[in-house]
């Protein structure tokens, strides 16, 4: 008795639940996680914050999540040089549930979403998960994406929903403001469709983020995600940016209390910490400057990177490797992209270690 004897959707027959394998290992540098514990006293502040929300546990949380989304603008606001307010801010858990409202909203069956991949490969299952049907849309080898090509298939394929990921997961480069323009142009011209801009990892980026463009431009979402730049995987906790309109619009398809009130408590807790909790981006961005450069004087190739992780490669068989550098005690990610494996910027510790035994796989090779 298994998935395939249940009368599961056709769809998902034959397929298996997305997830990095989750190994004990010393050294995991594979899930784009913010090597940093949160600092003791946000630790302290969490717990405060969490011990008045459980004495209303007996109450639904606010549905509207409105000192959060506040918080959250006010966020954006500082560090985005543009200003939004809580009316154009919404927020879930994780931005793959933001992800999921945004393709339940304006996706669904007869409609289709596009990427360019190699890319986030959530948008596609997600789209999938939610009867809208996915378009993989082209990269150039060197993983950028060329203008031409895909303006051609936003125009040919006319889609509901294009996803563009800046910095990009997992090959690590950012997407020029002026390309992004472009596509949303050409997105607008075909159909009109929304524009997604998944800033996952923005935050460790040379460039700034994307939001002054949600200007004049109602269709533009722009989603981020407190898992990363704030070292908070574990709180699921992701957001939007976007027209008043568009907060309106996924409200007709989140659930009532979707957020927690502890998701809420320990989410508006780490924003009181962020100058902190940004201090780790900057280390975490000199660290992955240091992976980049290590790895192409040890004879790697690398992609230029604009997030907490680096591509590398080539390989000939890039699970091989994967499997070589495991075996040493350093777990990275094999994205199944041919011939690049993918390491997050980790403690400088940690850094070294995959360093050592990613010099020596070199060595082994000659
Ligand atoms: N977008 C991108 C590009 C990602 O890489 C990730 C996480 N790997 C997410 C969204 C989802 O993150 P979360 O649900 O933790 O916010």
Redesign the pocket.
């Known amino acids: 008795m298994g998935i395939d004897d249940l009368p599961v959707r056709d769809e998902l027959r034959g397929k298996s639940p997305y997830g990095a394998p989750q190994l004990d290992v010393p050294v995991r540098l594979n899930?784009?996680e913010n090597p940093y514990p949160l600092p003791e006293p946000l630790v302290e502040r969490i717990t405060e914050r969490v011990r008045e929300a459980a004495r209303n546990l007996n109450r639904y949380p606010d549905r509207d999540a409105v000192e959060l989304r506040t918080e959250l603008a006010n966020y954006l606001t500082k560090t985005g040089k543009y200003a939004v307010g809580v009316e154009n801010v919404w927020a879930a858990n994780?931005?793959?549930?933001v992800?999921q409202q945004l393709l339940q909203t304006f996706g669904g069956p007869g409609r289709t979403a596009i990427g360019f991949e190699p890319s986030?490969s959530?948008h596609g299952l997600i789209a999938r998960g939610t009867g809208t049907g996915w378009i993989s849309g082209p990269r150039r080898d060197d993983f950028t994406i060329d203008l031409a090509t895909a303006r051609q298939a936003i125009a040919e394929e006319r889609p509901d929903v294009v996803f563009i990921?800046t910095p990009n997961?997992p090959t690590g480069n950012a997407v020029p403001p002026e390309t992004v323009l472009a596509l949303y142009e050409a997105a607008q011209a075909a159909k009109p469709s929304m524009v997604v801009v998944?800033e996952?990892?923005i935050e460790f980026s040379h460039g700034d983020s994307l939001l002054p463009l949600l200007e004049g431009r109602p269709n533009l979402v722009v989603s981020r995600?407190m898992?990363k730049a704030f070292g908070a995987?574990g709180l699921?906790l992701?957001y939007l940016a976007a027209h008043p309109a568009v907060v309106d619009a996924v409200q007709l398809v989140r659930l009532p209390y979707h957020l927690s009130a502890v998701t809420q408590a320990t989410a508006l807790a780490a924003l009181e910490h962020t100058g902190v909790l940004l201090k780790y981006v900057e280390q975490l961005k000199a660290e992955r400057d240091r992976l980049v450069a290590e790895l192409r004087a040890i004879g790697y190739e690398v992609t230029e990177s604009d997030a907490n992780f680096v591509q590398f490669g080539r390989f000939a068989d890039a699970h091989e490797i994967w499997q070589k550098i495991l075996d040493r005690g350093v777990l990275v990610r094999d994205n199944g992209v041919p011939g690049w494996l993918r390491v997050s910027a980790g403690t400088p510790e940690e850094n070294d270690a995959f360093l050592d035994a990613v010099r020596e796989l070199k060595k082994d090779q000659e």
């Open positions: 899930t784009n994780g931005s793959n549930e992800i986030y959530m990921t997961n998944d996952a990892y995600t898992s995987a699921r992701g």
